[in-house]
């Protein structure tokens, strides 16, 4: 299996969500004369459960596997450059996801992804994807292996891709809907019968359908919030939300259905279009960056 690494894995001896909960989202209280406090706990509640026998490990390297709703996962090592982005996450997404790695050096959950090519495309925990490489390049040194240079993984099989579902983003503007409609044009969008085109993000403006095929680099992604009248796509959204505000100018961004004809296209969604439920349980296996060796 290219760039894959087999790992001893920890689990808890009763497996406990709650127990997970509180090391993935560790107390902030009032009293912490920093934000950043909270991770440090994380971080002792994990020395307290390896010191405690709390979580145990695996005697030997292995690639376990976890069955989900009928679709299993094989957990593995893998190295970061090896996967692929599907979503562009803001930078607040991913910021303690990378809070949580740096102090406890633990993965406690993988990052969900499909063979895809010479690699692995990403298709969950996009947040968790985005804390790696940035953990990564703040260690990043030349010419060495390091534990940061690997993430840990779930792998599924295509039958996943069923079963992700894209999110629809509505936007409300106060800007009139014509503005919107030419700025989304002078950004390269052009009005096009095949709304339903698999290579391309679907704009709904009233009665309006604008379909734009993503541009390689994130320009197109600007524009579009410019066009709306948003700050970043991510701030204004409004997952499932239908209605309107007082100006009645819904705007409606969505993404094509998650297909391997999709991925092979290269179309890039917006910032968290893309979700799936189906994923292993947080924190049934764990990789601990200190058990790496090269």
Known sequence: MPNLLSFRPWTLQD???EAISQLKNPERKPDDRSPFVRYARAAALWAEWTREGTVVQGQEPSFPTVEVDGIEFKFALARIQSLLPLVSVPPSAKEHYQRLLEGTQVYIDPIIV???GDGYQVVGNHEVFEAAKAY?????????????D???????????????QVRTLTFDSKKPEE??????LRAKYVLSPRADAPDSIRVEIGNKILVKTP???GAWKQALAAALGAKSLDISSKPNDSGSNVSGK?????SPKMSRDVLEMGTEYPFGSVYTEIAPPSGVKMWSLRDFSN
Not at 250 to 254: M, S, Y
């Open 114 to 116: 499909v063979p895809f």
């Open 150 to 164: 690997y993430c840990l993984v779930a792998i599924a099989n295509g039958k996943l891709l069923d079963s992700i």
């Open 179 to 184: 503005d919107i409609v030419n700025e989304l």
């Open 15 to 17: 497996w406990d969500p």
């Open 250 to 254: 819904k705007i409606v961004l969505a």
């Open 136 to 148: 990564q390049s703040d260690l990043a040194r030349p010419g060495k292996v390091r534990s940061s």
């Open 215 to 217: 541009e390689s680099g």
